[in-house]
């Protein structure tokens, strides 16, 4: 069974930075894509940025370009999303993800969710 568990979340000011964590278990990490997305209190659930397998090709929204970046150690079986110049319109629960079958890369249709960590930025 595929576990996802997030860390690092927490309550800072804008303009500070804050890196999430987010340690999987129950399969071979290696051969998946892992993502990062989030959600805001009353909004949808949205795509926050991608890393593949292999060689960390990466894709990010617009919303976070330049700021955010996501990285995994596969090694430790652990993706990170490093979060610099947050912004209170970054304040959400943030959650990791990674789809079913191995060595596809894209922004939706993720299979294994983490339960989330808070992310506040106050102004």
């Known amino acids: 069974q595929v576990l996802l568990v997030e860390s690092g979340g927490g309550l800072v000011q804008a303009g500070d930075s804050l890196k999430l964590s987010c340690a999987a278990s129950g399969r071979t990490f290696s051969m998946y894509t892992m993502a990062w997305f989030r959600q805001a209190p009353g909004k949808e659930r949205e795509f926050v940025a991608a890393i593949t397998w292999g060689d960390g090709n990466t894709d990010y929204a617009d919303s976070v370009k330049g700021r955010f970046t996501i990285a995994r150690e596969n090694a430790k079986n652990t993706v990170y999303l490093q979060m610099n110049s947050l912004r209170p319109e970054d304040t959400a629960v943030y959650y990791c993800?990674?789809?079913?079958?191995?060595?596809?890369?894209?922004?939706?249709?993720?299979?294994?969710w983490g339960r989330g960590t808070q992310v506040t930025v106050s102004s």
């Open positions: 993800a990674t789809p079913k079958r191995p060595y596809i890369f894209r922004r939706d249709g993720y299979d294994y």
